[in-house]
């Protein structure tokens, strides 16, 4: 490209950056410029201005307004305009800023959207509410939401909790392609043979063999509040994927001030998302209560609180209890947020008394929590997961 072109196309994106207000210094938008201006306007200038053509338009302002045929088109041109990690961040800005969840309950206005996981959570939010012509086709977003979100997560899930699994499960008598050569000298470095200059295993240590037998029971216990939507969709999927592994017995939990114990939901993750309210209080202490009363194997088991630890109810009472699982043996696992939203805002309070006691709270990827649940599996040390400051 040369430097003249490169230097217009620099113009060009800045006219569209800037908006009508540029136009004196460089040109009105014309053309499908123009039309993408527009669709600009609409959603992040003030209401008013007229209903003419884009073509005629000489600043931006603009407005969505109520109405759900204008909406509708407004989504067509933003999905032929833009791309789809654009089209989102703009469909999340139209439901924040304009307040369009109430349009979001007709059909023709679903399927017009771009599904992406806050779409889910808005709808989710909104499943109170949603008149019954509405929930078929929110149901279809959901599930295409939900199966590209199973196509990301589940080969990675599934091989990182496997490989844990038959690492956690060790043999003393391995045969030779059994052997963990890295346990087993760390294991017998007493027996080291400086004259040799070798070590002489006394026990052999070796990675355990499969098995159909559940080995570790994982409680997920998952704040439903309002602002954890992301969480809870990924939180909904993730559950599902482990408890198609018959190595874990996966429980799932949700809560605002009431527990709903969404467990028997797990072959269909839509059906559980549909079983969250999203909205409301917390009362992260009788959540806890209610997981401790599912854990029969501590010592085998991994309990993950998912929440940004805003508590609503006896503050005291869910530390102790942190407390007593840990005590018990059980690896306990808190994030702040399971999601792609960057750092949540939290209770740092609440985050501070609990890494006290030995269990830090911190925010994680979805990408990042195969890998974690994996160390949690090997008790390996989780502050390897902790953002640095």
Known sequence: M????????????????????????????????ARMDAALAALYDG???????????????????????????????????????????????????LDLSRLLLEPEMLAAVEPDVHLVGTLLSLNRVMPDRTKNAARQVVRK????????????????ISGALNRAARMNRPKLTDIDWDRTIRANLKHYQAEHRTVVPERLVGYGRRTTAVQRDVILCVDQSGSMAAS?????????????????????????????????????????LFGTQLGGGTDINRAIGYGQQLITRPRDSIFVLISDLYEGGVREQMLRRVAEMTAAGVQVVVLLALSDEGAPAYDHENAAALAALGVPAFACTPDAFPDLMAAAIERRDLMAFVPGD
């Open 2 to 33: 040369t430097s003249a072109n490169s230097a217009g196309e620099r113009s060009r994106r800045w006219r569209l950056v800037l908006g009508g207000p540029a136009d004196e210094s460089l040109g009105a938008a014309q053309g499908r410029d």
């Open 47 to 97: 209401p008013g201005g007229d209903d003419g053509g884009a073509e005629q338009r000489t600043a931006r302002s603009a407005g969505l307004g109520g109405s759900a045929p204008k909406v509708a088109r407004w989504l067509g041109d933003i999905r032929e305009y833009f791309p789809s990690t654009v089209v989102q961040v703009m469909q999340a800005d139209a439901i924040e800023r």
């Open 145 to 160: 939401v939900v199966s590209e979100l199973e196509k990301r997560i589940s080969q990675q899930t599934r091989t990182a």
């Open 232 to 272: 809870v969709v990924f939180s909904g999927v993730f559950a599902a994927v482990l408890a198609s592994m018959r190595s874990l017995k996966t429980s799932l939990v949700v809560f605002d001030t009431a527990v709903v114990d969404l467990t028997d939901q797990l072959a269909d993750p839509v059906e559980v």
